[in-house]
């Protein structure tokens, strides 16, 4: 059974940084692009970041785009996404996710396996 598993969510003041983290079993780790998706109450899941199998190529929503950085540790089996300057629109559910596509998708269409998800609260 392929395995991922989020956590670093919580309530942080808006213009402050969080780091979540999703690790992953070894299953998933070798040859799958990983993504990190969120779904605020009452909206669709949206793509928030993705990372290709070998870290060469990343790709962001306009949205986080110079305030979030994914980033993956295959060894270790572990994709962090970085969040800095957090806006209060930044509050959500995030959820790590892995697909065999290449180029990394954006569609959460393309992705086969998800983490429970990890809650991120931006206060004003």
């Known amino acids: 059974q392929v395995q991922l598993v989020e956590s670093g969510g919580g309530l942080v003041q808006a213009g402050g940084s969080l780091r979540l983290s999703c690790t992953a079993s070894q299953d998933t780790n070798r040859g799958y692009a990983m993504a990190w998706f969120r779904q605020a109450p009452g909206k669709e899941r949206e793509f928030v970041a993705a990372?290709?199998?070998?870290?060469?190529?990343?790709h962001y929503a306009d949205s986080v785009k110079g305030r979030f950085t994914i980033s993956r540790d295959n060894a270790k089996k572990w994709i962090p996404l970085q969040m800095t300057n957090l806006k209060p629109e930044d509050t959500a559910i995030y959820y790590c996710a892995a697909s065999a596509a290449h180029p990394p998708p954006t569609s959460p269409k393309w992705y086969s396996y998800w983490g429970q998800g990890t809650l991120v609260t931006v206060s004003q």
């Open positions: 990372i290709s199998w070998n870290a060469a190529a990343t």
